[in-house]
């Protein structure tokens, strides 16, 4: 059974940094790609930012390129976003998700595999 898990979410303020984590078990991990994405209340859910299978090639959203690096760490089955210079706007739920081909990263549909999200909430 695939299980993919967050962490490292909470309340901050304007300017403050988090890491979150994401777990994963069930699968190869190291031939997953992996992406993050957001949900704020009463919006779609958003790309947020995608790594390749091997961490060498990423990509980000137009609205956290600069501020956010996503990596992943293949020998402990983890993908990591780290935020920087957080906004109130970047107030959301954050996923992570996983994806075999790869082949779109932005495209949330093509995703195989979510975990359950966590919670960022940044206070001005």
């Known amino acids: 059974q695939v299980e993919l898990v967050e962490s490292g979410g909470g309340l901050v303020q304007a300017g403050d940094s988090l890491r979150l984590s994401c777990a994963a078990s069930?699968?190869?991990?190291?031939?997953?790609?992996m992406g993050w994405f957001r949900q704020a209340p009463g919006k779609e859910r958003e790309f947020v930012a995608a790594?390749?299978?091997?961490?060498?090639?990423?990509y980000y959203g137009d609205s956290v390129k600069g501020r956010f690096t996503i990596s992943k760490d293949n020998a402990k089955n983890t993908a990591y976003l780290q935020m920087n210079s957080l906004k109130p706007e970047d107030t959301a739920v954050y996923f992570c998700?996983?994806?075999?081909?790869?082949?779109?990263?932005?495209?949330?549909?093509?995703?195989?595999?979510w975990g359950q999200g966590t919670q960022v909430t940044v206070s001005s």
């Open positions: 998700a996983a994806d075999f081909l790869f082949s779109v990263p932005e495209a949330e549909a093509r995703y195989d595999y």
């Open positions: 069930g699968l190869p991990f190291s031939r997953y790609g």
């Open positions: 790594i390749n299978w091997s961490g060498g090639r990423t």
